[in-house]
């Protein structure tokens, strides 16, 4: 069975930061199938049409869904209470192929970050690249941490420039390269960082022309 439409037991669905919700739901059937990257197509009473969440984590027949109330649907989910039945067609997307003996570097940011979570247990030893809009917005970081992986997060407005256009970070063996471009200033920051001893290191500032 790849999936199927099923009703899933609310077990809980608690605001875990700003207008977010993390909510799980349990099938014995359907919840083992999900891959880390497939998504769960969430019924709303009174919509005509699902509601995309991405898997966050499956475990023991529960799927956790961390969403964000961005509209009519995504607000009635999270007024759904405990020991309610949800339905659920799921798992759904091709998901994430993992290879063994690859270290991952995840990044992503706000509320992209759930998937991140269960790919994060799918992996050895992974590098957890997150970024919030303010710290109110902050998710997970446990998770990850309780996931084994060496997690980072920033705030925008907090580490980096305000104004930064891009931000490009890549891993290169214990290193972290941050590249932020800085268009009100014409300057292009360099630092990396140095996991061994937890602390940032400038490599240096261009200005472009
Ligand atoms: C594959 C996938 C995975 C997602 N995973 C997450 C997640 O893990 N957490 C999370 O908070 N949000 C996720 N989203 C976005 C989430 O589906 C939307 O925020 C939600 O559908 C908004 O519904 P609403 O009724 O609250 O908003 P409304 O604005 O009232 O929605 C109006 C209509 O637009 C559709 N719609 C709205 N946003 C999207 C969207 N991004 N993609 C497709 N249709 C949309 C809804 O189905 C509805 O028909 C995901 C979206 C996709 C496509």
């Known amino acids: 069975m790849k999936y199927d439409v099923k009703a899933f037991e609310l077990l809980s669905n608690e605001e875990i930061a700003d207008g977010?919700?993390?909510?799980?739901?349990?099938?014995?059937?359907?919840?083992?199938?999900?891959?880390?990257?497939?998504?769960?197509?969430?019924y709303v009473p009174s919509k005509t049409l699902r509601r995309p969440i991405s898997?966050?984590?499956?475990?023991n027949g529960v799927l956790r869904l961390v969403?964000?109330?961005?509209?009519?649907?995504?607000?009635?989910?999270?007024?759904?209470?405990?020991?309610?039945a949800v339905d659920i067609l799921a798992p759904l997307g091709n998901g994430f192929n993992i290879e063994k003996g690859k270290r991952y570097c995840l990044i992503g940011g706000g509320i992209g970050v759930p998937p991140m979570l269960y790919t994060a247990k799918q992996t050895e030893n992974p590098l957890v690249i997150t970024g919030?809009?303010?710290?109110?917005?902050?998710?997970?970081?446990?998770?990850?941490?309780?996931?084994?992986?060496?997690?980072?997060?920033?705030?925008?407005?907090?580490?980096?420039?305000?104004?930064?256009?891009?931000?490009?970070?890549?891993?290169?063996?214990?290193?972290?390269?941050?590249?932020?471009?800085?268009?009100?200033?014409?300057?292009?920051?360099?630092?990396?960082y140095d996991i061994e001893n937890d602390r940032w290191q400038e490599w240096g500032n261009i200005i472009m022309t």
């Open 55 to 59: 898997v966050c984590d499956s475990e």
């Open 132 to 192: 919030f809009r303010n710290k109110d917005l902050i998710i997970l970081q446990d998770d990850f941490k309780n996931a084994g992986a060496y997690s980072l997060f920033d705030v925008e407005g907090n580490n980096v420039p305000t104004s930064w256009a891009q931000l490009l970070i890549f891993s290169s063996g214990y290193y972290i390269i941050q590249i932020i471009v800085d268009i009100s200033s014409r300057k292009l920051f360099i630092r990396r």
């Open 67 to 84: 969403y964000q109330v961005k509209g009519e649907g995504t607000k009635i989910m999270s007024e759904m209470k405990k020991g309610e």
């Open 20 to 42: 977010i919700f993390d909510m799980r739901v349990k099938n014995d059937e359907l919840a083992p199938l999900a891959k880390c990257g497939q998504f769960a197509h969430v």
